[in-house]
């Protein structure tokens, strides 16, 4: 089992930053690629970014290529998203994910690859 925490949510105006953070505890979790996903009210879950196991490999949403990035610290068990230069159309709730087997291309785009979850994090960006 793998238990995953998010935060760093908030309210944040059009062009500013947010760093969300997932905290993972239960499983070695330097051994798994870790996602991020985000869902808005009447939307479908969509794939924002993921991160290879070392950190070497990094993959975007061409929605936030450019603003965000995603990295890891193995030695704390956390993934991180900086948010720059956020949108209106930013605003969803923020999950991060974990496999439970090794993912590989197109697979890392897709929620039902992953099989551990956060509860979320709301993120809501104001025009």
């Known amino acids: 089992q793998v238990q995953l925490v998010e935060s760093g949510g908030g309210l944040v105006q059009a062009g500013g930053s947010l760093r969300l953070s997932c905290a993972a505890s239960?499983?070695?979790?330097?051994?798994?690629?870790m996602g991020w996903f985000r869902q808005a009210p009447g939307k479908e879950r969509e794939f924002v970014a993921a991160?290879?196991?070392?950190?070497?490999?990094?993959y975007y949403a061409d929605s936030v290529k450019g603003r965000f990035t995603i990295s890891r610290d193995n030695a704390k068990s956390t993934v991180y998203l900086q948010m720059n230069s956020l949108k209106p159309e930013d605003t969803a709730a923020y999950y991060c994910?974990?496999?439970?087997?090794?993912?590989?291309?197109?697979?890392?785009?897709?929620?039902?690859?992953?099989?551990?979850w956060g509860q979320g994090t709301q993120v809501t960006v104001s025009s």
């Open positions: 239960g499983r070695t979790f330097s051994r798994y690629d």
């Open positions: 994910a974990v496999p439970s087997h090794p993912i590989y291309g197109s697979n890392r785009y897709d929620s039902r690859n992953y099989d551990y």
């Open positions: 991160i290879t196991w070392s950190g070497g490999s990094k």
